[in-house]
């Protein structure tokens, strides 16, 4: 498959390596303002490829999207990330109503993979922009809130966290919801789960573990002034299910028609991700407190969605 990327910066850069290292694509050009940038991040990725798996990967333009598969967009306004994303509302949202018209006039039988902040609005947005199916414009969304929540479930109990299964739900930002409800581990409830294992498991540490699954990303930023490994492994995982038609379940950001009474609101939810896009959401079985939750993370993502198509 050809894949866009739209970005040649951190998160551009290592999404393509990451692809090439899993041999998932066979072509990839990169698009960027800063064509230096670009054609040097390519260049270093295609001598990686020659070690890994055989790709072409070049710098190019929007036209040379035509025939891509999935289009990348990674770009962002370099503004400083403080303690939300949401403050990259108007900058990033001034980007994409450049861009996304010229995905869709040059790629238009692609599916768009957002990683761009906030990224349930960019979503949002750029369905709006492209006029694709609501199925082919997904963004990055919870995939990597959930596997940072995974991450450190596993750590906690000492198991692998891919034998953790558990969902960090709606908005990828301030109003995410991590739930606990529905966490198990060997299809035991998580809270048997601990107390079976007499690990502690009372709402001080539920607050407090759910507190740092949605400051990770700014506890990375802090120290490095940057994040990209997650959200490249992140974007590889959403590619292979899309390239591989795995059908595979991923908390994808994609506008739904209704979430809580919530008329098309863009934020994550389990979605089975295939060939076609995201062809199938579901809302979990959540507690009365966590419907609570959602709805109120859909709220504040329909205000915010509002804000950027005024922009």
Same mark, same amino acid.
């Given at each position: 498959m050809k894949v866009g990327i739209i970005g040649a910066g951190f998160v551009g850069s290592t999404t393509a390596y990451t692809l090439v290292v899993k041999g998932l694509v066979q072509e990839i050009v990169f698009v960027d303002i800063n064509e230096v940038k670009a054609e040097a991040e390519a260049l270093d990725v295609l001598h990686a490829a020659a070690l890994n798996a055989d790709c072409k990967v070049y710098k190019g333009s929007y036209a040379d999207l035509k025939g891509a598969g999935i289009v990348i967009v990674t770009v962002d306004s370099q503004k400083a990330l403080t303690d939300n994303r949401m403050a990259l509302l108007e900058s990033n949202t001034k980007i994409l109503k450049e861009i996304i018209p010229q995905i869709a006039t040059h790629a238009s039988e692609s599916i768009i993979l957002l990683a761009t902040n906030p990224v349930d609005v960019m979503t949002a947005l750029s369905l709006k922009l492209s006029g694709f199916a609501k199925e082919k414009v997904i963004g990055s969304g919870t995939v990597l809130d959930t596997a940072r929540f995974r991450a450190m479930l596993g750590e906690y109990f000492g198991i692998s966290p891919q034998s953790v299964h558990a969902y960090v739900l709606g908005e990828h930002g301030a109003s995410s919801l991590v +739930?606990?409800?529905?966490?198990? %581990?060997?299809?035991?409830?998580?809270?048997?789960?601990?107390?079976?294992?007499?690990?502690?498991?009372?709402?001080?540490?539920?607050?407090?573990?759910? &507190? $740092?699954? #949605?400051?990770?990303?700014?506890?990375?930023?802090?120290?490095?002034? &940057?994040?990209?490994?997650?959200?490249?492994?992140?974007?590889?995982? #959403?590619?292979?299910?899309? %390239?591989?038609? *795995?059908?595979?379940?991923?908390?994808? +950001?994609?506008?739904? $028609? *209704?979430? *809580?009474?919530?008329?098309?609101?863009?934020l994550s939810l389990p979605a089975v991700i295939g060939k076609n896009g995201a062809v199938y959401t579901a809302v979990p079985d959540l507690s009365d407190e966590e419907e609570k939750l959602l709805k109120h993370s859909a709220e504040v993502m329909a205000e915010a969605v509002q804000e950027a198509l005024k922009i």
């Open positions: +739930s606990w409800s529905t966490a198990s %581990i060997g299809g035991m409830a998580l809270d048997k789960y601990a107390f079976k294992c007499k690990k502690t498991l009372d709402d001080a540490f539920k607050k407090q573990m759910s &507190a $740092d699954v #949605i400051d990770a990303g700014f506890k990375i930023y802090r120290g490095k002034k &940057a994040t990209y490994y997650g959200i490249a492994s992140s974007l590889v995982k #959403i590619c292979e299910a899309i %390239i591989k038609n *795995e059908r595979r379940e991923l908390t994808v +950001s994609v506008v739904h $028609d *209704e979430v *809580e009474g919530i008329k098309n609101v863009p």
